[in-house]
Nanobody, 123 residues
Framework: QVQLVESGGGSVQAGRSLRLSCAASGYSYYKASMGWFRQAPGKEREGVASLENGGRPKYADSVKGRFTISQDNAKNSLYLQMNNLKPEDTGMYYC?????????????????WGQGTQVTVSS
């Protein structure tokens, strides 16, 4: 059974940083795509960053240069370093995993989801 558990969210002021973590169990990184997604109240879920095993990361234009996705295979963990946070980054952040290559930022292509961690950025 695949489990994804996010942590690291919180409330910060604009310009500050947060690091999200996603602990995965029951899931192999082999032939896998993993990503971070977010959803603000009243808005559609959107892709933030994705990473294919051995592949290059992909980022939403709105976070390029500020967010960095990384993974630690030994710890079965996925991370999202978020710097220079802006109020528009506010939302519930989800870790997701999919069975396939290059799923990218297409949230509908991901099969497994965590419960989410809230990020609130105030101006």
């Amino acid at each position: 059974q695949v489990q994804l558990v996010e942590s690291g969210g919180g409330s910060v002021q604009a310009g500050r940083s947060l690091r999200l973590s996603c602990a995965a169990s029951g899931y192999s990184y082999y032939k896998a795509s993993m990503g971070w997604f977010r959803q603000a109240p009243g808005k559609e879920r959107e892709g933030v960053a994705s990473l294919e095993n051995g592949g290059r990361p992909k980022y939403a234009d709105s976070v390029k240069g500020r967010f960095t996705i990384s993974q630690d295979n030994a710890k079965n963990s996925l991370y999202l370093q978020m710097n220079n946070l802006k109020p528009e980054d506010t939302g519930m952040y989800y870790c997701a995993a999919g069975e396939g290559y290059e799923l990218g930022l297409k949230w509908w292509a991901y099969k497994y989801w965590g419960q989410g961690t809230q990020v609130t950025v105030s101006s």
